[in-house]
């Protein structure tokens, strides 16, 4: 497991010169590493891999002696970059969306993120030393906090603002160290992330836990939309329009930061407050959830704070202190009554279930029931399985003899046997 470090840097005038000029470096080599993907896609009908144009990186440096000033390390990232962009356009494509394109030639106006991967950086005590070509001139950045304790694997250095107008940062990727090793207590805990309702969850005894979305969105959209209406008739570049321009950003800004935060919140008290050594999540199609027709649907998905990246801060806290996250097909989990298995139609808009063995419940409540009877029947042991269905019966949610069921029957089985 790798985690990141932030930290906002103060970089002088001379040192700005000189990442500017690193950066342009960075660009360069991109646009031609590029253009050849490019030219060979155009007369050979052929790709060209990473491997090729890096081994191809001594003879495209004395091609054009302006790149030379970056590290060696720099240089291969840069092609990384060009190539994870190409890989990222094939699958989308893969996935049918017919709107991908193939990655663009870059300006030299935007500030291109630096990255040093395992290597070309000395890190002593608070500050850090990056090696380049350019002059004799050291740089050495000042991070205010001591990191040299950290197994550090990569550094990139970005501007917030993509035309380098904004602050300097420094991201430090590290691995941590694991001092509890996982063990399994046979305590489960299964969550259904929503829409209306960010988390609900339920765990082997048959509690639920439910968090509704804070919406911090609906108190700083009104102010943007305000602030971008005013924008909107001005003159186009005019010193008004850059000032509420920023004023827009910094908007957006703590928006993002609210959320963020109130995601890491959540997730270290989920984690810290449970039980259970296994979480049970479903794995999301984010893209997906964002297709609806409705604006207001859509804006109140995006604005739900990224759930993926939800996940990815619970999965990193719970192996922390020991715990696990596993992440199960949750598909036909809302369509699929807990009960007796039979699938309904079940738009966003209908929020409970009826179904015509009785059962009437939450939505949510019962994708949570199954995504914890998909992991138990197919993953974990017959006594955990039983213990989860001996609770529901307990709490009434439960209504058929769980022994005619085999441990390693999915939803569709289910439905099958008490349809």
Same mark, same amino acid.
């Given at each position: 497991m790798q985690l990141t470090k932030k930290y906002k840097i103060h970089p002088t005038e001379l040192q700005k010169n000189m990442l500017w000029e690193l950066s342009n470096a960075c660009t360069y080599l991109y646009n031609i590493a590029l253009s050849e993907r490019k030219d060979i896609w155009k007369y050979d009908k052929k790709s060209i891999s990473y491997t090729k144009q890096q081994n191809n990186l001594p003879q495209i440096k004395e091609?054009?002696?302006?790149?030379?000033?970056?590290?060696?390390?720099?240089?291969?990232?840069?092609?990384?970059?060009?190539?994870?962009?190409?890989?990222?356009?094939?699958?989308?494509?893969?996935?049918?969306?017919?709107?991908? !394109?193939?990655?663009?030639?870059?300006? !030299?106006?935007?500030?291109? &993120? @630096? &990255?040093?991967?395992q290597s070309g950086f000395k890190v002593v005590g608070n500050t850090i030393r990056f090696s380049h070509k350019m002059n004799n001139e050291d740089l050495i950045i000042d991070i205010e906090q001591d990191i040299s304790n950290l197994k550090i694997k990569q550094i990139e250095i970005f501007n917030e603002d993509k035309k380098g107008n904004g602050d300097f940062f420094v991201t430090i990727t590290y691995e941590p160290e694991i001092n509890v090793p996982y063990v399994q207590n046979?305590?489960?805990?299964? @969550?259904?992330?929503?829409? &209306?309702?960010?988390?609900?969850?339920?765990?082997?005894?048959?509690?639920?836990?439910?968090?509704n979305n804070p919406r911090y969105d609906l108190y700083w959209d009104s102010k943007i939309s305000a602030v971008q209406s005013r924008r909107d008739h001005c003159k186009k570049y005019s010193k008004k329009w850059f000032r509420l321009n920023k004023t827009i950003r910094t908007m957006v800004k703590k928006k993002n930061n609210q959320i963020k935060d109130w995601q890491h919140k959540l997730s270290k008290s989920m984690v810290e407050n449970t039980k259970a050594n296994t979480i049970i999540v479903g794995e999301l199609n984010?893209?997906?959830?964002?297709?609806?027709?409705? !604006?207001?649907?859509?804006?109140?998905?995006?604005?739900?704070?990224?759930?993926? !990246? =939800? @996940?990815? =801060?619970?999965?990193?806290?719970?192996?922390?202190?020991?715990?696990?996250?596993?992440? @199960?097909?949750?598909?036909?989990t809302?369509?699929?009554?807990?009960?007796?298995?039979?699938?309904?139609?079940?738009?966003?808009?209908r929020r409970d279930m009826t179904c015509d063995c009785g059962n009437v419940i939450d939505r949510d409540r019962n994708s949570a029931i199954n995504i914890m009877i998909r992991y138990l029947s197919n993953y974990a042991t017959w006594?955990?399985?039983?213990?989860?269905?001996?609770?529901?019966?307990?709490?009434?949610?439960?209504?058929?003899?769980?022994?005619?069921?085999h441990p390693m029957n999915d939803i569709t089985t289910r439905r099958n046997l008490h349809a």
């Open positions: 091609e054009n002696p302006d790149i030379n000033i970056l590290y060696s390390k720099t240089c291969q990232m840069v092609l990384r970059k060009l190539d994870a962009n190409y890989k990222s356009f094939f699958g989308l494509r893969k996935n049918g969306d017919k709107k991908a !394109r193939t990655p663009r030639f870059r300006s !030299r106006k935007y500030f291109f &993120t @630096i &990255t040093y991967n046979n305590h489960f805990q299964a @969550i259904d992330l929503g829409i &209306t309702k960010t988390i609900t969850a339920i765990n082997d005894k048959g509690k639920f836990f439910e968090i984010v893209k997906n959830m964002g297709k609806s027709k409705s !604006r207001s649907l859509n804006r109140s998905t995006q604005n739900n704070g990224y759930l993926s !990246r =939800f @996940i990815e =801060f619970l999965t990193y806290k719970a192996e922390l202190i020991g715990k696990q996250v596993v992440k @199960i097909d949750e598909r036909y809302s369509k699929s009554c807990y009960v007796c298995g039979k699938q309904h139609d079940m738009p966003l808009y006594t955990g399985y039983e213990h989860f269905a001996h609770n529901l019966r307990q709490t009434g949610l439960l209504t058929f003899d769980v022994s005619q069921i």
